[in-house]
C-alpha cells in the first residue's frame, strides 16, 4: 500500500483509500462501530490513522451522538483558591478526555438554581460538575425536574454521586497539631452548619479533643470568607476563657482570624496559635500560615472521571480521595503562652 500525504486535514477518505477499504469501514472502526473486520485490516486502520494524525470532526460526531462535546462546572467564587485549584484539576481531565468546560460563577447560594437551569434548559453541556456549598430546596427541585449527569465535589449529598476528600482526617490532624504544640483551651472556625464539609471537619476536630480530655472547644460559625474569619476570631477573643489554639475553616478564613489578631494585639504565634485548611497560598500571609493540604486537584479530576462514566451509561461511585491530609509546619502555630 503506498501511503497518501494530504495537504490539508486528513479524512476517512484519505484513509480508506491507503488501507483499501471502503470509507463505512474505516468510520465503523475508528467509532468503535460494531463491525466484524478482519484483525489486520482493523489494525492498519488504525495505524494509519494515527500515522496522518486523523482527528474526527467534533461537530460532525456531537451530531450523531446528540453531545455538545462540553461540561459544565458550578461553583460560588472562582477568586477563591480551594475552587480555583478544583478547577484545575478538572479542566485538565476534561481536556484528556476530549470536553471543553464551561464555568458558572453564581453570585450566592440563592442563585445556583438558576444557573443550574441556564446550562441546562438550552442542552449546553452532557454533564455537570457542582461544587457550591449548600443544598438549597430551588436547587434540589431543579436537579430533580430537571436531570442531567451531574456530581457533586468537595461535599456529600443526597440527590446524587460526590467526590470528596476526607474531611474528618483533616479535622483531626489538626487537632493533634495543636494538642502536640501544647495547647488545651482550642477553638474551631466553621462554616454555616448546611454546609457538609465544615460539619466534617468539625466531627473530627471534636473527637480528638475529646478522646485528649481537654474543655469543650469553642465554636463559631459563619461566612466562608475573610470577613467571616475577621468577625469570628473577634468572637473567639472575647470567650471568658479564650482559646489558645484554633484551627480555621480554610486558608481564607484564616487569613481574617489572622487580620482579626492583629487588630486586636494578639500576637500569632506568641499569643495565639492557627491552624487552617488548603493553605498552598498561606506561605505569603504573615506569619505564614501552617496549613492542612488536601487533593483539591485531583479531586476536580475524578469528578470529570465520574461524570463521563454517567455520561456514558455507566454506573458511577461515590468516591473519597484517599490520600492523607499532609501538614505543612509554617510560622502560626507555637507553644500556648505561660
Known amino acids: 500500500m503506498k501511503p497518501i500525504s494530504p495537504p490539508g486535514r486528513a479524512t476517512l477518505k484519505d484513509i480508506a483509500r491507503t ?39 467534533a461537530l460532525a460526531r456531537n451530531l450523531r451522538t446528540q453531545r455538545t ?10 477568586t477563591n483558591p480551594i475552587y480555583a485549584e478544583t478547577v484545575h484539576g478538572a479542566m485538565r481531565q ?4 476530549g470536553y471543553v468546560m464551561l464555568i458558572a460563577e453564581v453570585a450566592d447560594e440563592r442563585t445556583s438554581a438558576a444557573a443550574y437551569m441556564r446550562l441546562v434548559s438550552e442542552r449546553r453541556i452532557d454533564g ?3 461544587a457550591v456549598s449548600a443544598e438549597t430546596s430551588e436547587m434540589i ?3 430533580e425536574n430537571n436531570p442531567v449527569p451531574h456530581v457533586f465535589v468537595n461535599r456529600r449529598s443526597s440527590i446524587g454521586r460526590s467526590v470528596t476528600v476526607d474531611d474528618q482526617a483533616s479535622g483531626r490532624l489538626a487537632a493533634q497539631t495543636l494538642i502536640e504544640a501544647g495547647h ?9 452548619p448546611e454546609l457538609d464539609t465544615s460539619r466534617r471537619r468539625r466531627h473530627g476536630f471534636v473527637e480528638v479533643c475529646q478522646a485528649a480530655g481537654l474543655p469543650a472547644v469553642v465554636e463559631i460559625a459563619g461566612p466562608v470568607s475573610r470577613r467571616g474569619g475577621y468577625d469570628a476570631l473577634h468572637r473567639l477573643l472575647d470567650e471568658a476563657q479564650r482559646p489558645t489554639g484554633v484551627f480555621a ?23 495565639l496559635s492557627v491552624v487552617t485548611l488548603d493553605g498552598e497560598d498561606a506561605i505569603f500571609t504573615a506569619p505564614p500560615l501552617t496549613a492542612i493540604i488536601t487533593p483539591l486537584a485531583e479531586m476536580g479530576a475524578r469528578a470529570v472521571v465520574e461524570l463521563e462514566a454517567m455520561i456514558q451509561g455507566r454506573e458511577p461511585q461515590d468516591v473519597v480521595i484517599n490520600i492523607p491530609p499532609k501538614l505543612v509546619y509554617r510560622e502560626s502555630v507555637a507553644p500556648p503562652p505561660r
Open 128 to 130: 455537570l460538575i457542582i
Open 19 to 57: 488501507v483499501g477499504v471502503d470509507v463505512s469501514t474505516v468510520s465503523k472502526v475508528l467509532n468503535d462501530g460494531g463491525i466484524s473486520v478482519r484483525p489486520q485490516t482493523r489494525q492498519a486502520i488504525i495505524d494509519e490513522a494515527s500515522r496522518v494524525n486523523y482527528r474526527p470532526h
Open 94 to 97: 476534561a481536556e484528556r478526555s
Open 69 to 78: 462535546g462540553a461540561l459544565g462546572i458550578l461553583l460560588p467564587d472562582l
Open 141 to 143: 427541585a431543579a436537579i
Open 184 to 192: 488545651r483551651r482550642l477553638g474551631f472556625i466553621g462554616a454555616l
Open 249 to 271: 475553616f480554610n486558608m481564607l478564613v484564616g487569613i481574617g482570624a489572622l487580620a482579626a489578631a492583629r487588630v486586636r494585639g494578639v500576637r500569632v504565634p506568641d499569643d
